[in-house]
């Protein structure tokens, strides 16, 4: 047994080490992948910004001829799409990879080669649907894709990218899911009780659970919907015994809870974040958790809000109304206890705490338009108006994006190695702030007047030319924002990476490492001794945290081009059934090379390598 273990310990030492691009289309660590999803992430932001603008500029004057017809149709399809699905989802995955290992003191996350695998899934899933736009045009039916409007035009290929794309993209969505699941549970420092856990690691502990329970809803709505396009399947055509209201329900048991997923994670971004600058432990951590698991609980239960004008009657209408009503609750918790922690504290205002404190009131607004469309007879006048629109947005980009500035800001050293400019943050956060509310604000007003959502022009003289005005104006203040903090990142980026281990006088695990970390992330696995392990170590006069084990060969897994080439199969695959016809021949080779990769992860899987404890001490963590 001890001949077999030497021989594996022999064998982990022949590891191939790439450089420049091949270092990142192989790599398995996961603060390289969070950095991947982050700059991935940041692109389709931009592309969805791009599209946002096109349509504010359409809809700047009554009768405007920019963007028309099926062209702005594209656009609201397309920008919701990748807003959602492409965009935030990706940078909150960044952040979950770049920072929760370090948070629990693990080394790496439970399934490296998964996580490799989940990001290139969710990037050519999106460069699968972005490639509608060159390929006979982009999915035009909604980022909902009602049913039957998007099963009625089976030789517009658009709405075929939109279903094998999500799903593609998803898939990889599911198996990081999972993945952080599995690590968060098993992979803990010795002393990290789940109720030590920082707000991040537990509001990513809650999202990773509502994907795993979420995501299969769409697959399986995304699947139907394929098979009614390509296959001329019937789930969905009531002349076959479909029905055209499974599609809404099954997108929106996964749609409700998707709002959560991605909210959730920037509720923990705002406590680390709010803690960390008022100097202050987080108020009422025990209740911050018990809200976060009961949004996800009630996530669950008030998918039908989106479909109270369906026609499912005043019971259905009636009880998903009083869930809806119910989860402002504990996110009425969460408001009280940011505002508690800051009540008395010693704040510093960097612009990773402004755009924490500006979260608060902005996401307080659009919780409380919710509140209002959570009332069904109030709904059949709001629904599918520009006041819903307002609404999300109030909570997607008031409260999302906002927090995903922030954790920007606030981990950007850890993550480059480099601090951000806070000037130009400063100045981003303020042009971005002010065009947010001009642009979204003003819209409320526009749904009440009559508005309607994806209507690409509007009659002059009916009260809604300046509403409208003044929306694109603030439209193009977030550009102006946007513009800055790109032009902030490449600043930065030509700066040599001098980042201090704590910049923030942080409170958890990841400020006691170097910036940017080592692929090994610690050199000893630290004993956690209380919540804010690191702050309690500071209390009691230390530096460093106290080891939980001696220095030794820390076991590291290989970089593998594999999780690239399996999705590659899946993509030429997708393209195959979009192009081709049956029996699909280029579907199969995509198939096949699918199966290779994984055949070939199966049988030569090299079982990683070690770093030795001499080699530790040659990188250095810096004091």
Known sequence: MAHVHAEAHAH?????????????LTTVDHKKIGIMYYIAGGLFFLIGGIEAVLMRLQLMYPDQKLFVFDTFNQLTTMHGTTMIFLAVMPVIIGFMNAVVPLQIGARDVAFPFLNSLGFWLFLLGGILLNTSWFLGGAPNVGWTAYTPLSTLDLDFKGVDFYALGLQIAG???????????????????????????????????????LILFAFPAITVGLVQLTFDRIFHGGFYDPAKGGNNILWEHLFWIFGHPEVYILILPAFGIISEVVSTFAKKRLFGYSSMVFASVLIGFLGFMVWVHHMFTAGLGPVANSIFAVATMTIAVPTGIKIFNWLFTLWGGQITFSTAALWATAFIPTFVMGGTTGVMLAVPAADFQYHDTYFVIAHFHYVLVGGLVFGLFAGSFYWWPKMFGRMLNETLGKIHFWFFFIGFHLTFFPQHFLGLMGMQRRIFTYAGGEGLDEGNLISSVGAILMSIGVIIFMINMIVTGMKPKGALNDPWNGRTLEWTISSPPPEYNFKQTPLVRGLDAFWVEKMAGNKEMTPAEPV?????????????????GLTVAAYGLIFGTAPYPITIVGVAITFIAMFLRSVFDDHGYHIEPSELEDKGEKA
């Open 171 to 209: 898939l990889g969505t599911l198996i990081g899911g999972i993945n952080f699941l599995v690590t968060i549970i098993n992979m803990r420092a010795p002393g990290m009780t789940f109720m030590r856990m920082p707000m991040f690691t537990w509001t990513t502990f809650v999202t990773s659970v």
């Open 552 to 568: 030794g060969s820390i076991h590291m897994p290989s970089p593998t081009i594999l999780p690239l080439v399996m999705t590659i």
């Open 12 to 24: 982990a030492h022949k590891v191939k080490k790439y450089s420049g691009l091949m270092d990142w």
